[in-house]
T-cell receptor
Framework: DAGVIQSPRHEVTEMGQEVTLRCKPI?????LFWYRQTMMRGLELLIY????????DSGMPEDRFSAKMPNASFSTLKIQPSEPRDSAVYFC??????????FGEGSWLTVV | AQRVTQPEKLLSVFKGAPVELKCNYS??????LFWYVQYSRQRLQLLLR??SRESIKGFTADLNKGETSFHLKKPFAQEEDSAMYYC??????????FGKGTKLSVKP
């Protein structure tokens, strides 16, 4: 398996623009996670899906952030409008519920 | 409250020296703990899972329920061990809570 696949790997955008990050989980996994990594706050869980249903979105910072999982093999994290403080590495991860969680290579977002 | 604490932001040792990366947790149930490693600008990779009780790359970690700790140890550090190390706790809901991470720097 190719592992968790994320795109884009790097994105630089201007403040106010919409950002869409994409994730393909490992085939057969039924849990999907979006984490954000910053120097100040470390790794934070943004949202967690199980069987395509959002289970815990308490980590989503504000209404500018939204996430969808239309099917078992695809998820998006959208930021609209983006702000400089959203600059971070966004990791998608997947697992078979209760088992080891595997991470993608991350999407490095810079908002200027 | 469920929490993972890694008290050291940075740990610097010389090659060949022993390493211990500290991790303490707070969890009301039976904890399932992990160590993940992140090499420079790469993905997080699973290093150890406590229930498997294995040694990976010379690293071991023992769960001490009395001290609520899951420290990561290696008897002889290598330069290629330099990385960020994250301790994580698997919640009953299925997601991981991470500590803030410890940056290990192994000097030649």
């Amino acid at each position: 398996d190719a592992g968790v696949i994320q795109s884009p790997r790097h994105e630089v955008t201007e403040m106010g623009q919409e950002v869409t990050l994409r994730c393909k989980p490992i085939s057969g996994h039924n849990s999907l996670f979006w984490y954000r990594q910053t120097m100040m706050r470390g790794l934070e869980l943004l949202i967690y899906f199980n069987n395509n249903v959002p289970i815990d979105d308490s980590g989503m910072p504000e209404d500018r952030f939204s996430a969808k999982m239309p099917n078992a093999s695809f998820s998006t994290l959208k930021i609209q409008p983006s702000e400089p403080r959203d600059s971070a590495v966004y990791f998608c991860a997947s697992s078979l519920t209760g088992n080891t969680i595997y991470f993608g290579e991350g999407s490095w977002l810079t908002v200027v | 409250a469920q929490r993972v604490t890694q008290p050291e932001k940075l740990l610097s040792v010389f090659k060949g020296a022993p390493v211990e990366l500290k991790c303490n947790y707070s969890y009301s149930g039976s904890p399932e703990l992990f160590w993940y490693v992140q090499y420079s600008r790469q993905r997080l990779q699973l290093l150890l899972r406590h229930i498997s009780r294995e040694s990976i790359k010379g690293f071991t970690a023992d769960l001490n329920k009395g001290e609520t700790s899951f420290h990561l140890k290696k008897p002889f550090a290598q330069e290629e061990d330099s990385a960020m190390y994250y301790c994580a706790l698997l919640r009953s809901q299925g997601n991981l809570i991470f500590g803030k991470g410890t940056k290990l720097s192994v000097k030649p």
